[in-house]
């Protein structure tokens, strides 16, 4: 399927949704209006809020701030997520002595930690980077450590048949092995990067997406929630969009799934 046909698929899939919604929540079925905008709103309603909200400018500011939230937790756990991954994947006995204790620290809930960080480190932007750092962390380095470990170990040996040392194992084998799982995970990193700092902007902050989105909630805006929302799902497709152009550039070997078809 090319790019273009796939492109129309998913934006007419969006199309149909926002018409079901339009619909199903002004036009009477049977008599009764099936979503009540008093719960649902309506399109028009949401993107008129979105409209107002950048035309009076008022959105960019915490736009602003929940970006440099995400972007600062996305890196730090990214990169902590890699270095660690790789590092416990050439390290069996490390790994095998952290394992129990990294397993314990994934499995406490994210939002029980939000008010812990805020206690630590204020309501300011770090509390909030803090909680997307451990989302996005454990995602990167679960998956860097086993596209580590994937390595075939007929590629490892012809390698060190061949002379090679464990520098260039590292930059011509590990590596690239590690990539194509490292960027299968910081696609799904990114959207749990935003939701961190969304998460702590709403149980406390003064500013950002979720501190609109919690305004709008305590006023019973429904149409102020949706459109928070919106903007906040579009945020994450832009910052998807980037990683997705990273990749691009340096998966340039790997081939394509029409490679090999005559």
Known sequence: MSRPTLLALQVLVAVVCIVLWQVL??????????LPPFFFSNPFDVFSQIVKWFASGVIWKHLGITLAESILAFVIGSLGGVLVGFWFAR????????????????????????PIFALWLGLGIWSKVALGVTLVFFIVFFNVYQGVKEVS??????????????????????????????FSSLHTSVGFAVVGAVVGEYLGSAAGLGYLIQQAEGIFDVAGVFAGMFVLSAFVILIDFGVTLVERRLLVWRPTASDGRG
């Open 25 to 34: 929540s002004t036009v009477p079925v049977f008599g009764k209006i099936l």
């Open 91 to 114: 390290q069996p006995l490390v790994a095998a002595v952290f394992d129990p204790y990294v397993k314990m620290v994934n499995a406490l809930p994210r939002v029980v930690l939000a």
């Open 153 to 182: 170990r007929t590629v490892l040996d012809n390698g060190r048949m061949l002379g090679m040392s464990e520098r260039q194992l590292m930059q011509h084998v590990y590596w690239p092995s590690a990539l194509s799982w490292m």
